[in-house]
């Protein structure tokens, strides 16, 4: 199946969604690589399991839950607050400042919103040691979704309520293709951020590079 032309398949959109990590900011930042530290830590203390098994049970709680804390909750009956305050208490100096992605997101005709599987205070910090911060029209969080994350169709149903988003006429883009099927499925465009293409049916687009993709398609 053809993809549509980037030069015309955005002409309808008024709402544009961006997921925040390895989206609004290059893998290359390894952020994640901190949180995944502190998920080990805290599954090490609350579960009293070794650090293999906390790492073994970290992917597998992400694969079959949506994510680590989803898995936790559902297996072990953890609350959310704690674990999210622990897993972002990280350092942000690894990210720089996009002023030309800045610029690009500022001016796409519409609402821009983030909505993302972290919280939206931890959001909120990324935003600003990106340069991000003021030109979203609102942030979302795991919080917003009462905990569910991403990939699962209530999570979004919860979010683009709270928000009003019409959604035949928004585009989100997201690092994670599997957090694409719902939204295609709902009527989004979709475009996967990533460095390696995923060819499933739901991606309308592939970029590795989102301020050059934003900039093809700005008008």
Known sequence: MNKPDPS???AHVTDWVFDLDNTLYPPAARLFDQIEEKMRAFMVKELGVDQDEANHLRKHYWEVHGTTLSGLMKEHGIQPEQFL???HDITFDVLQPAPDLAALIKNLPGRSI???NGTKPYAEQVLKARGLDGIFDDVYGIEH??????PQRAA???VFGLDGLPQQTAAMFEDEARNLEVPRDMGLRTVHVAPEPDHADYVDFHTDDLTDFLRQISR
Do not use: C, E, R
């Open 8 to 10: 015309s398949a955005f």
């Open 85 to 87: 305050i622990d897993v």
């Open 114 to 116: 983030v909505y993302t």
């Open 145 to 150: 979704a009462n905990y569910l994350p991403k």
């Open 156 to 158: 979004f149903d919860i």
